[in-house]
T-cell receptor, first 114, second 114 residues
């Protein structure tokens, strides 16, 4: 069974450009989470989808970040326009509804904004 | 302030020696407690979790952790480390109504020497 996959693994863009990160959760996992680790900081929660609905987006830093999960399958996280402080590693995780305790994480997408 | 603290940013241990990683939390109520590991080039993987009950928790890869309410601690231990245990270890907490919304510590990088 495939795990959580994220694309791209690394993206380098200029300040002001747009980047879209994609996450494919484990098949059948209704819960999908985005986390971010900026350099030297803790991993921080960004938002939580249940199927296609945003359950909790309290961690989204500002309106330059837009997350979608059309059809309740894969999710995208768009940063527009990107700023230097957006550099970091963006992790996606998924879990089954009703299963408590384990998130399955992807390898992360490293974003570098120059 | 609510926080998760991992006091050791970096630990070096000899192969075969014991390992203990510290984690303290500061919350009004006892949260759910987790330890995750990130090996090079991989996503975060759950080692073990504590929700309630027996305060000594066994996990995968030979790890265990002990919850001490009086000390607000959840330290991770392994009696004999292997070279493959070189990784970054994260303590995390969450609450019952949003257990997938993890708050992470800063992480401890473990280096294993021959």
């Amino acid at each position: 069974e495939a795990g959580v996959t994220q694309f791209p693994s690394h993206s380098v863009i200029e300040k002001g450009q747009t980047v879209t990160l994609r996450c494919d959760p484990i098949s059948g996992h209704d819960n999908l989470y985005w986390y971010r680790r900026v350099m030297g900081k803790e991993i921080k929660f960004l938002l939580h989808f249940v199927k296609e609905s945003k359950q909790d987006e309290s961690g989204m830093p500002n309106n330059r970040f837009l997350a979608e999960r059309t059809g309740g399958t894969y999710s995208t996280l768009k940063v527009q326009p990107a700023e230097l402080e957006d550099s970091g590693v963006y992790f996606c995780a998924s879990s089954l509804t009703g299963a408590t305790g384990e998130l399955f994480f992807g390898e992360g997408s490293r974003l570098t904004v120059l | 302030a609510q926080s998760v603290t991992q006091p050791d940013i970096h630990i070096t241990v000899s192969e075969g020696a014991s390992l203990e990683l510290r984690c303290n939390y500061s919350y009004g109520a006892t949260p759910y407690l987790f330890w995750y590991v990130q090996s090079p080039g991989q996503g975060l993987q759950l080692l073990l979790k504590y929700f309630s009950g027996d305060t000594l928790v066994q996990g995968i890869k030979g790890f265990e952790a002990e919850f001490k309410r009086s000390q607000s601690s959840f330290n991770l231990r392994k009696p004999s480390v292997h070279w493959s245990d070189a990784a970054e270890y994260f303590c995390a907490v969450a609450f019952y109504d949003s257990w997938g919304k993890l708050q992470f510590g800063a992480g401890t990088q473990v280096v294993v020497t021959p």
